[in-house]
């Protein structure tokens, strides 16, 4: 059984900082795309990054420049530092896993159950 389990999110100030990690069980992720979505209150799901497994890079132009997308491969691990936040960027966030480059929730193929990230102003 796939298991994608998010951790690190929490209430921040307006500004600060945020380093959230998914872990990924249940099978080899090696060659797959790691990516990171969220959901705010009242709004659909919108995707925020994802990476491959060489490490390409794939941004949401609301995050680019502020936050970067990372994986480790031996530790089936995506990481989102998140910097400069924003109350705009208050959602739930959640790692998925992808077989090809996808930038919309339909194509994901794993979900983790997310991690709230609140940012107060």
């Known amino acids: 059984q796939v298991q994608l389990v998010e951790s690190g999110g929490g209430l921040v100030q307006a500004g600060g900082s945020l380093r959230l990690s998914c872990a990924a069980s249940?099978?080899?992720?090696?060659?797959?795309?790691m990516a990171w979505f969220r959901q705010a209150p009242g709004k659909e799901r919108e995707f925020v990054a994802t990476i491959s497994w060489s490490g390409t890079k794939y941004y949401a132009d609301s995050v680019k420049g502020r936050f970067t997308i990372s994986r480790d491969n031996a530790k089936s691990t995506v990481y989102l530092q998140m910097r400069s936040l924003t109350p705009e960027d208050t959602a739930v966030y959640y790692c998925a896993i992808s077989d090809v480059v996808v930038l919309t929730p339909d194509g994901m193929v794993y979900w983790g159950k997310g991690t709230l990230v609140t940012v107060s102003s």
């Open positions: 249940g099978r080899t992720f090696s060659s797959y795309f």
